[in-house]
């Protein structure tokens, strides 16, 4: 039963503390999207790669926020450094998209950040 | 800024009856999406109808597309207490193959 996994599950940090997540899409997936989730602005799209390129990341804060994928069954991001702002339930999804179409994503369990 | 917009926002109902949940977007699109998230959970995908589709079935749900109204439907037929989560639409960014989510309707399905 493929899936996404995301590690870890829960975080709790101190402000100024790097944090790093970690995401293994599913197999044979070309597409990697990084959403935030928080109950003010809903579910943000931060980034997405293709086929391991970074495609966007308009939506990500620039200057503390990175997004890459070493290979193809790791994307990370990363925060550094950390603010209480950043507190939110950040999700992982993979999907294989193809030429003119758009197909479902297959979202990981989240991460829950909890910056004090 | 959101392109699908669920309403309404809460919907509470008894086990049994049927839950309809609406989508409105802005641009045209090529298809669209509806996703659950159960608390604390992943979102998962539930049914994509496309453009040229103006209904869609799935189990007890059906999913309708007006295209020249811009909006979209979510019917759940025989609700169950399981069926109590957040409901999105999805919708193609435009010139992204990327999806903007809208803001969700939470369903509770009273036993």
Same mark, same amino acid.
């Given at each position: 039963?493929?899936?996404?996994?995301?590690?870890?599950?829960?975080?709790?940090?101190?402000?100024?503390?790097?944090?790093?997540?970690?995401?293994?899409?599913?197999?044979?997936?070309?597409?990697?999207?990084?959403?935030?989730?928080?109950?003010?602005?809903?579910?943000?799209?931060?980034?997405?790669?293709?086929?391991?390129?970074?495609?966007?990341?308009?939506?990500?804060?620039? &200057?503390?926020?990175?997004?890459?994928?070493?290979?193809?069954?790791?994307?990370?991001?990363?925060?550094?450094?950390?603010?209480?702002?950043?507190?939110?339930?950040?999700?992982?999804?993979?999907?294989?998209?193809?030429?003119? &179409?758009?197909?479902?994503?297959?979202?990981?369990?989240?991460?829950? /950040?909890?910056? /004090? | 800024?959101?392109?699908?917009?669920?309403?309404?926002? *809460?919907?509470?109902?008894?086990?049994?009856?049927?839950?309809?949940?609406?989508?409105?977007?802005? =641009?045209?699109?090529?298809?669209?999406?509806?996703?659950?998230?159960?608390? %604390?959970? %992943?979102?998962?995908?539930?049914?994509?109808?496309?453009?040229?589709?103006?209904?869609?079935?799935?189990?007890?749900?059906?999913? +309708?597309?007006? =295209?020249?109204?811009?909006?979209?439907?979510?019917?759940?037929?025989?609700?169950? *207490?399981?069926?109590?989560?957040?409901?999105?639409?999805?919708?193609?960014? +435009?010139?992204?193959? *990327?999806? =903007?989510? %809208?803001? %969700?309707?939470?369903?509770?399905?009273?036993?």
């Amino acid at each position: 039963d493929a899936r996404v996994t995301q590690t870890p599950r829960d975080k709790v940090t101190e402000m100024g503390q790097e944090v790093t997540m970690r995401c293994q899409p599913i197999l044979g997936h070309n597409t990697v999207f990084w959403y935030r989730q928080t109950m003010k602005q809903g579910l943000e799209l931060l980034a997405y790669f293709r086929n391991r390129a970074p495609l966007d990341d308009s939506g990500m804060p620039k &200057d503390r926020f990175s997004a890459e994928m070493p290979d193809a069954t790791l994307a990370t991001l990363k925060i550094q450094p950390s603010e209480p702002r950043d507190s939110a339930v950040y999700f992982c999804a993979s999907g294989l998209v193809l030429a003119g &179409d758009y197909n479902e994503q297959f979202f990981g369990p989240g991460t829950r /950040l909890t910056v /004090l | 800024s959101q392109q699908g917009e669920e309403d309404p926002q *809460a919907l509470s109902i008894q086990e049994g009856e049927n839950a309809t949940m609406n989508c409105s977007y802005k =641009t045209s699109i090529n298809n669209l999406q509806w996703y659950r998230q159960n608390s %604390g959970r %992943g979102l998962v995908h539930l049914i994509l109808i496309r453009s040229n589709e103006r209904e869609k079935h799935s189990g007890r749900l059906r999913v +309708t597309l007006d =295209t020249s109204k811009k909006s979209s439907s979510l019917l759940i037929t025989a609700s169950r *207490a399981a069926d109590t989560a957040s409901y999105f639409c999805a919708t193609p960014r +435009t010139g992204r193959r *990327a999806l =903007t989510f %809208g803001s %969700g309707t939470r369903l509770q399905v009273q036993p």
